[in-house]
């Protein structure tokens, strides 16, 4: 063993004085004496260090076997911790790739639930807002259907109230032109008498149209006008001449139907000197 070895290293050393010093033949008892007393001190050193010497080879066989339990767990913890890590790696991938897999497949799945019920809710919404606007709209079209028949019942009215009216003012216009041209014819013919009478029933026809102003001013102004033309002709012969006229004139404007024409007369006046001294008179 190692502790063995070094054992006669030192004896070597301790027993280095001895064997310089040996005991000659003329030493003393005394010295002799002291020698072997050192030797015997020297042999119990020795000894005494064997035995220390000895314990510490023990004590390092100890460390050394102990050095080499330490490593031989360590090695065994690190080869454990190493395949622990390892499975724990492994475990986690596993885990990783399960979690991954799982979240896909429940987003896929809860992205199709959530899908189908928004599919669902539209659908219930899109049914209730048609119903809501079919209701609405048949509200709507049976309101504006009353309104409508409504409207079509006064617009009816009020188109055969219009036709009658225009039918009146065409009756009427037809019946003042007819009256006006007879008139004209026998003021052309010098029946004079006779347009006077013609032109007396134009601006009866006139005055029945005169609140809608179916028969043109214009057109009253022109029959007055040839009626005291007439009476101016028809007195042309007479030797009284313009008395004859006025007496004439006076006549004709004691009708009622100048009664209503009193505008007409004021402007029909201006181109007869005569008739408008009658006016104011």
Do not use: C, W
Request: net charge negative; glycine share 6%; hydrophobic share 40%.
């Amino acid at each position: 063993m190692p502790s063995r070895l070094l054992l006669v290293p030192l004896m070597l050393v301790f027993s280095l004085p001895a064997l310089a010093n040996p005991p000659g033949p003329g030493d003393s008892p005394s010295a002799q004496s002291k020698t072997a007393q050192s030797s015997d001190i020297t042999s119990h050193r020795l000894d005494s260090l064997e035995v220390r010497q000895k314990e510490l080879g023990d004590a390092v066989d100890r460390a050394a076997l102990r050095n080499d339990y330490i490593e031989k767990i360590q090695k065994q913890y690190e080869t454990y911790y190493e395949k622990a890590f390892s499975t724990q790696t492994q475990l986690l991938t596993i885990l990783g790739i399960f979690l991954t897999v799982s979240l896909f497949i429940g987003g896929k799945l809860g992205f199709r639930i959530f899908d189908r019920q928004i599919q669902l809710e539209v659908k219930s919404a899109t049914d209730g807002l048609r119903l809501e606007f079919e209701t609405r709209m048949n509200s709507q079209l049976g309101s504006l259907s009353e309104k409508n028949n409504t409207q079509l019942k006064e617009l009816e009215g009020g188109l055969r109230t219009r036709i009658v009216v225009l039918e009146e003012g065409l009756q009427l216009r037809s019946e003042f032109q007819f009256q006006f041209f007879m008139g004209m014819s026998a003021f052309l013919d010098g029946e004079f008498t006779s347009a006077v009478g013609r032109y007396h029933n134009a601006l009866e026809v006139y005055l029945k149209g005169k609140p809608q102003n179916t028969i043109p001013k214009p057109a009253a102004l022109t029959a007055i006008d040839f009626i005291f033309s007439s009476l101016q002709k028809m007195t042309e012969s007479s030797h009284e001449g313009e008395a004859e006229f006025i007496r004439e004139a006076e006549e004709e404007l004691e009708n009622d139907i100048y009664e209503q024409l009193a505008q007409e007369l004021a402007e029909i006046a201006k181109r007869h000197p005569e008739l408008k001294r009658l006016l104011k008179s």
